[in-house]
């Protein structure tokens, strides 16, 4: 914590305002990189269509550096998938599971990553006490746990989620074509549930996820296909304990195909600079407290100046082909765990 403005600043990710880069310059140490990743994938383990080797293959062969194995209650050994497709800062698989509960005929998914063993959903009388005991199943078993697709049968709600302790990931972003990201019909979005959630002082943070199930189908947009969304993640080195840290400190940022180029947060100001693709134009949104625009810009160099009075502020980057990229949440005021 330092101050700010008079202000309490927690800075997300808990880094005591190192800058951050993508190209691995600036104040933070120049060992660190960032590897992009997925954290939500499907095999024939579950309902996935193809093979634990197929999958593994195909994210290294489009550019991924880890990838967690996520079938319905099955926890998939990587072992064998490492010693074949694993290479040293270049790929890794990381073992997961995705518990997968029911709270009065709800759906209740949450990954459990680099969990030791498998874990069993622990349900509860109501969908706040059934996350939270699936959170507790996951952390005893070892593991970092994100809950996933909020919004997939109108299940989850902010409310929900502000009961919650321990938890500390969620899916801002899920590739599934049925899960309700958008919200609708006065149902709130993915976003609005964030800003609800963070605007009660809870600090958590967003994932990006493909939630692939469907590697056979490319041409079928109902089908559940890979690629759609992923975190890039800032880790000293490509194993799994570093990457799982820097997921549960909050050190990626979440995308569908934006990249950044620089991003850096010190005690006075946020600057991202978004990486040139072509004639592609873009928009930098920072909101605040209760989903409150702060300042919008339309260029590729955004720099934000921190008050210390907006309760916290994140950023939203869309381009001009409907590509996003969300950064995590600075805290401004006591994070509430």
Do not use: C
């Amino acid at each position: 914590m330092v101050r700010a403005a008079g202000w309490m600043l927690a800075i997300v990710p808990a880094l005591l305002l190192a800058a951050r880069r993508v190209d691995g310059q600036g104040s933070a140490p120049t060992t660190t990189r960032w590897y992009k990743g997925n954290t939500h994938t499907h095999t024939l383990n579950s309902d996935g269509d193809t093979s634990p080797d197929d999958v593994a293959r195909w994210y290294r062969q489009h550019g991924y550096q880890f990838l967690v194995l996520s079938d319905h209650n099955v926890l998939t050994s990587v072992d064998g998938l490492n010693a074949l497709l694993g290479m040293d800062e270049q790929y890794l698989l990381i073992p997961g599971e995705e518990v997968t509960d029911r709270v009065d005929g709800k759906p209740l998914h949450m990954n459990g990553l680099a969990v030791e063993r498998v874990v069993l959903p622990a349900g509860g009388a109501t969908m706040a006490e059934a996350i939270q005991r699936d959170v507790d199943a996951i952390r005893a078993a070892h593991g970092l746990p994100h809950l996933n697709h909020p919004n997939f049968g109108w299940a989850v709600t902010a409310a929900d989620l502000k009961r919650v302790e321990r938890d500390r990931l969620f899916e801002i972003f899920n590739g599934h074509p049925s899960v309700n990201n958008e919200g609708g019909g006065g149902m709130p979005s993915l976003e609005e549930i964030w800003d609800d959630i963070l605007s009660s002082g809870k600090l958590l943070y967003g994932l990006a996820t493909d939630d692939a199930h469907h590697f056979t189908r490319p041409w079928d947009p109902t089908a559940a296909r890979p690629g759609r969304g992923w975190v890039m993640v800032r880790a000293a080195h490509l194993e799994s304990g570093a990457i799982i840290s820097a997921l549960e400190r909050g050190d990626f940022y979440a995308t569908t195909g934006v990249v950044l180029a620089e991003y850096e947060v010190s005690p006075r100001e946020i600057r991202i600079v978004v990486k040139p693709d072509g004639t592609t134009r873009v928009r930098v949104r920072f909101t605040g407290r209760n989903g409150r625009l702060l300042q919008e810009f339309t260029t590729n160099t955004a720099v934000y100046a921190i008050r210390g009075d907006e309760g916290y502020v994140r950023a939203k980057v869309i381009d001009s082909n409907g590509l996003v990229a969300w950064t995590q949440p600075v805290m401004l005021g006591p994070a509430r765990k």
